[in-house]
């Protein structure tokens, strides 16, 4: 069975960090690139960040260029986001997402190119 577990969501005042984990199960991270999406209240779910093990890439929405780093122990089965420099509008639940699809490197931030899903976990950044 397939399970993506994220952690490392809390309350953290701007200018700080966090780091989330998403830990994996069922599936080798060899096969499949790791996304991070975000959803805030009213919004839609949007990427964040991706990590491609395959190709040896990393991927960064422009909002959080520069602040937040994605990598990977995959001998843990487990992708990590780093996030620095946090902000109020980074403020929302976020996910992480598995998929293997031949066209996700294109479709970076499509959410139908992710096959398996997170629960989410919650950051709230305080002004």
């Known amino acids: 069975e397939v399970q993506l577990v994220e952690s490392g969501g809390g309350l953290v005042q701007a200018g700080g960090s966090l780091r989330l984990s998403c830990a994996a199960s069922g599936f080798s991270f060899d096969d499949y690139a790791i996304g991070w999406f975000r959803q805030a209240p009213g919004k839609e779910r949007e990427g964040v960040s991706c990590?491609?093990?395959?190709?040896?890439?990393?991927y960064y929405a422009d909002s959080v260029k520069g602040r937040f780093t994605i990598s990977s122990d995959n001998a843990k089965n487990t992708v990590y986001l780093q996030m620095n420099s946090l902000k109020p509008e980074d403020t929302a639940v976020y996910y992480c997402a598995a998929g293997s699809g031949p066209l996700l490197l294109l479709n970076l931030w499509n959410r139908d190119e992710y096959d398996y899903w997170g629960q989410g976990t919650q950051v709230t950044v305080s002004s």
């Open positions: 990590i491609s093990s395959s190709v040896g890439s990393t």
